[in-house]
T-cell receptor
Framework: GEDVEQSLFLSVREGDSSVINCTYT??????LYWYKQEPGAGLQLLTY?????DMKQDQRLTVLLNKKDKHLSLRIADTQTGDSAIYFC???????????FGTGTRLTVIP | DTGVSQNPRHKITKRGQNVTFRCDPI?????LYWYRQTLGQGPEFLTY????????KSRLLSDRFSAERPKGSFSTLEIQRTEQGDSAMYLC????????????FGPGTRLLVL
């Protein structure tokens, strides 16, 4: 079955860059997604990348995709305290319509 | 507000009671999904609708769970004879079949079964 793995915790100082990593199993995923979840809230879509791309940049966010290693990363430049949240990567599996999520990485930004 | 909405936001019930949650998707989205999220985990897929047709159900969706989308717009998720293990956040998402098929999530309904 599909397995999406993420490290559980990341702490960075305000103003530094954060890099959140994810590995996935389904090499035929068409899109890969990053969502942000604040305490007690639903999931907010941050960005997504099409599988034939290596990189996508959107303001402070940079997504890197290494299809050979099935590795996805999210870099947040100039991390702010408001970026403290749980970040989930997700993939769609072959023939499925639903998303498969990792366990999430809790990002803590230290002022 | 044109996002996905869910009601109620919180529900506390006693074991054995039935509960029903509602999801209103983004208006032009014909695809609707239900997920369950337990503490410390990522969301897990429960079921998927395209218009009014329920096309996929996860094995997590036991026979105590039923979901409907009668007119292809809003959806309801009912849990009968609730158990303490049903305590979780229930998330609804919707998507359009065009473009990136990105799923947009509602704020969730947090269920606590006592």
């Amino acid at each position: 079955g599909e397995d999406v793995e993420q490290s559980l915790f990341l702490s960075v100082r305000e103003g530094d860059s954060s890099v959140i990593n994810c590995t996935y199993t389904d090499s035929s995923s068409t899109y890969l997604y990053w969502y942000k979840q604040e305490p007690g809230a639903g999931l907010q879509l941050l960005t997504y990348i099409f599988s034939n791309m290596d990189m996508k940049q959107d303001q402070r966010l940079t997504v890197l995709l290494n299809k050979k290693d099935k590795h996805l990363s999210l870099r947040i430049a100039d991390t702010q305290t408001g970026d403290s949240a749980i970040y989930f990567c997700a993939e769609t599996a072959t023939g499925a319509n639903n998303l498969f999520f990792g366990t999430g990485t809790r990002l803590t930004v230290i002022p | 507000d044109t996002g996905v909405s869910q009601n109620p936001r919180h529900k506390i019930t006693k074991r054995g009671q039935n509960v029903t949650f509602r999801c209103d998707p983004i208006s032009e989205h014909n695809r609707l999904y239900w997920y369950r999220q337990t503490l410390g985990q990522g969301p897990e897929f429960l079921t998927y609708f395209q218009n009014e047709a329920q096309l996929e159900k996860s094995r997590l969706l036991s026979d105590r769970f039923s979901a409907e989308r009668p007119k292809g717009s809003f959806s309801t998720l009912e849990i009968q004879r609730t158990e303490q293990g049903d305590s979780a956040m229930y998330l609804c998402a919707s998507s359009s079949p065009r473009g990136s098929e990105t799923q947009y999530f509602g704020p969730g309904t947090r269920l606590l079964v006592l």
